[in-house]
């Protein structure tokens, strides 16, 4: 069983920066993918980055790469997305979700548990 809590969500202007972070429960989390997803209003909920065990791997949505970046700390139990270059279209409420097993996976249906989501939003 993992529990996730997300924070660091908040108003930013275009071009800004924020860092979401997901602190996860239980002793087995660093053998859980994590994913992060975002749903805006009226949208359905959408893949945003992806990590493997002990980061090494990771992968992104097309919108996001080269802007932004995840990793984790599996000392702390807690995986980071750093969002650079913020755009008025990144806002949107942002959910961290995880899966255990090894292979790095996109679709929400894959993650058995999720957070309570932080809002992020971008002033243009």
């Known amino acids: 069983q993992v529990q996730l809590v997300e924070s660091g969500g908040g108003l930013v202007q275009a071009g800004g920066s924020l860092r979401l972070s997901c602190a996860a429960s239980?002793?087995?989390?660093?053998?859980?993918?994590v994913g992060w997803f975002r749903q805006a209003p009226g949208k359905e909920r959408e893949f945003v980055a992806t990590?493997?065990?002990?980061?090494?791997?990771?992968d992104y949505a097309d919108s996001v790469k080269g802007r932004f970046t995840i990793s984790r700390d599996n000392a702390k139990n807690t995986v980071y997305l750093q969002m650079n270059s913020l755009k008025p279209e990144d806002t949107a409420v942002y959910y961290c979700?995880?899966?255990?097993?090894?292979?790095?996976?996109?679709?929400?249906?894959?993650?058995?548990?999720w957070g309570q989501g932080t809002q992020v939003t971008v002033s243009s």
């Open positions: 979700s995880a899966r255990a097993g090894y292979v790095l996976r996109y679709a929400p249906t894959e993650y058995g548990y």
């Open positions: 990590i493997g065990w002990g980061g090494g791997r990771t």
């Open positions: 239980g002793r087995t989390f660093s053998s859980y993918v």
